[in-house]
């Protein structure tokens, strides 16, 4: 299939949102925790395949994440993407020690600056920072928006089986607000505790273990009043949602019923009031790997509108079908310029 042209010709821009890439010093980290003793049982399905296995999806997948120019280009100009915005392949430094993760992000960080410097009409960056080292995450998070210009900050869902709510990690909330970006969550395989019968099932990775856990990861964020704490901070999180616009209505009386009667310490009563009233307020949604007009129409009608923006999940998921079939919805012209191109605009702060 030809794919559609880019340069605005359909009427808006295509600004791909949550597209992935990854340097060889992290790649050289992972793989010595895939030689290590006892691997993360998640950490060992996704990278242990898209590392090390032969088939033609893992080859051609991994050969791209490592490219940040030519080859990255052409996929896009192929499938008529105008800008991508790029962050660090999940589980970025997550599943690296402190140290180990804090100098792979910092180089990370300064080799996808570099890119969009070379690239500044087709490529903007997100910062990754390494959550296990908080306070130098925070430094990293304002180094990376003021001197690099990245427009957001990304995590790969749980740290080790840890999550944003807990306390030690306000450093970085605090900053990512302060710096006025928005935090990406994208998702992670589950943690140990987690994925025992999706792994069994063949079930870990982004057919469904990504969006259960990452899913989880935003709900805690909202119950455990994380959002009440750090009220402007705007979280994006992909695959539509990761499922939760369309648990919305049962989210919200079960969060009620249990504030009601008390039944859980870590379940207070919120300033918004509803699990909804956040996910309307301080979420915004991308349709990565969800290239389906229903589901599309469904946030947009729950979420608003100005909540929901196009992405690909490149090297992931790119068929230049799920970009003709993304024009062709049935959608005013205003709209799919919205959903397209001027929410990520504003967002992420886009000159054009
Ligand atoms: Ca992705």
Known sequence: MTGPKKGGEAGYLRIATEEAFATVEMLQSFDRVLDGGDPDPGFLSLMGFYMRHKSERATWVFERLKDLGALRIADMDARGIDIQVIGLTSPGPNILDADTATGVTRDANDQLAEACRKHPDRFVGMAAFAAQAPQEAAKEIERAVSSLDMRAAIINSHIQGEYLDAPKFYPVLEAIEAMNVPLYLHPNTPPRAMIGPMLEAGLDGAIFGFGVETGMHALRLITSGVLDRFPKLQVIIGHMGEALPYWMYRLDFMHQAAV?????????????????????????????????????????DVIGKERVLYAMDYPYQCPVEEVVAMDAMEMDIKTKKMFFQENA???FKIRL
């Not at 009667?261 to 307020?281: F, H, I, Q, W």
């Not at 915004?284 to 589901?295: L, Q």
Request: glycine share 4%; aromatic share 14%.
């Open 260 to 300: 009601k009667s008390a039944r859980y310490d870590t379940m207070k009563p919120l300033k918004k009031g509803t699990v909804s009233n956040y996910l309307c307020e301080n979420f915004f949604i991308t349709n990565s790997g969800m290239a389906w007009e229903p589901a599309v129409k469904f946030a947009q």
């Open 345 to 347: 605009q504003r967002l």
